[in-house]
């Protein structure tokens, strides 16, 4: 959601004119995702991307419940 959420504001911002340079404005929401990801698994130490989906976590637990 970082890469999408930062792509749309660097969009805002420079306002891309063609399809080139929205390739280009995509590229860097997509870094702004990466560098922020590498930044919180350094400082934490565990991996934030995994195998696991989501769905089958949530849906385990009311099961549980």
Excluded at 25 to 51: D, F, H, I, M
């Amino acid at each position: 959601m970082l890469a999408e959420a930062s792509t749309k504001d660097i969009s805002q911002s420079t306002n891309p004119k063609d399809l080139e340079e929205s390739k280009i404005v995509a590229s860097q929401g997509g870094n702004v995702a990466k560098v922020a990801r590498e930044a919180l698994e350094s400082k934490t130490g565990k991996k934030v991307v995994t195998s696991k989906n989501a769905k089958n976590i949530l849906e385990n637990q009311k099961k549980i419940e």
